[in-house]
């Protein structure tokens, strides 16, 4: 019969030889992949990945992720709090904005799941990242064209409105001119009728 030790060696090249197969398999993805342990410290990124953040993973082996790829604070937390429920064995979606090296931003939609080790200990996650970059832009572009048009709308009624305003101010002093223009006119007929009267 094998030993224990032996059957934990074969058990452990099984996990490597299929860990070196979805790794193999991973790097020819067109999703963009990255792995992280339990730390948040890169284990693994995928040349499709490495394309959009322009880091290659050589460069950032090893690292925190959210101090590379998260300028801000907020995002950071964020991350950390991500990082506590992959230990608790609990999947995600989120978005999240990532810097790239040349310090420009990329928006993502990360769907991040845990890793297990042999045992069965959670040993970090696997996030595909999706760039939502482009639609975030159309999205917003639309919002502001939206918005534009309203504008243009509330700016032409107001001003309809106010030319309706000018047109009734215009009316109605038009209309009391012609008023006292009448009663003028009477009064002067009024005058010249009693000096008529007088006369004769």
Do not use: C
């Amino acid at each position: 019969f094998p030993s224990h030790d032996t059957e934990r060696k074969r058990a452990y090249d099984a996990l490597k030889a299929s860990e070196q197969k979805y790794r193999t398999l991973f790097e020819n993805l067109t999703m963009d992949i990255m792995e992280v342990d339990n730390d948040e410290k890169i284990v693994f990124m995928n040349k499709t990945l490495e394309k959009i953040v322009g880091y290659r993973f050589e460069e950032v082996r090893g690292k925190t992720a959210s101090s590379i790829f998260m300028k801000d604070d907020e995002q950071r937390r964020h991350m950390e709090e991500v990082t506590e429920m992959r230990k608790q064995g609990r999947e995600s979606v989120y978005e999240v904005t990532l810097t790239r090296k040349d310090g420009t931003e990329v928006q993502v939609v990360i769907s991040g799941a845990p890793t297990f080790d042999i045992d069965g200990s959670i040993k970090g996650s696997i996030g595909i990242h999706w760039d939502v970059t482009e639609i975030r832009k159309t999205q917003q572009d639309l919002l502001n064209e939206r918005i534009t048009r309203e504008q243009q709308l509330l700016e032409t009624k107001l001003q309809a409105e106010e030319e309706q305003r000018s047109q009734i101010g215009r009316d109605l002093h038009d209309g009391v001119g012609q008023m006292l223009a009448y009663m003028q006119l009477y009064i002067g007929l009024l005058k010249t009728n009693q000096q008529f009267g007088e006369k004769e």
